[in-house]
């Protein structure tokens, strides 16, 4: 049973820093996809960032572009993390990851909240001016 749960939410001034967790387990092979999402209130779920766990291959949404950067822990490889730079009001919404088995697609594939098939809790992330 594949699970999924984010962390690192919270409270960050603009301009500010903060680094996301998901640990997922549940994964037999390692061939599937990470994807981070966001959804503000009144607004769509957005896509923000994916990884393949089989080569880290990894996409981002223009709006994050330069800002934020997806990794995976190198010794536990079923941790994954969404560094977040240079916050904006804009980026203030609850976070998610989210997986996709199994994750051969272009990574940009997995930037589609369609796509994915198993989805963890969200961790809110406020940005204060």
């Known amino acids: 049973d594949v699970q999924l749960q984010a962390s690192g939410g919270g409270s960050v001034q603009l301009g500010g820093s903060l680094r996301l967790s998901c640990v997922v387990s549940?994964?037999?092979?390692?061939?599937?996809?990470i994807g981070w999402f966001r959804q503000a209130p009144g607004r769509e779920r957005e896509g923000v960032s994916s990884?393949?766990?089989?080569?880290?291959?990894?996409?981002y949404a223009n709006s994050v572009k330069g800002r934020f950067t997806v990794s995976r822990d190198t010794a536990k490889k079923t941790v994954y993390f969404l560094q977040m730079n240079n916050l904006k009001p804009e980026d203030a919404a609850v976070y998610y990851c989210?997986?996709?088995?199994?994750?051969?697609?272009?990574?940009?594939?997995?930037?589609?909240?369609?796509?994915?098939?198993?989805w963890g809790k969200g961790t809110l992330v406020t940005v204060s001016s």
């Open positions: 989210a997986a996709r088995l199994p994750g051969y697609e272009d990574p940009s594939y997995y930037l589609q909240p369609s796509a994915m098939e198993n």
């Open positions: 990884i393949r766990s089989s080569d880290g291959a990894v996409s």
């Open positions: 549940g994964f037999i092979f390692d061939d599937y996809a």
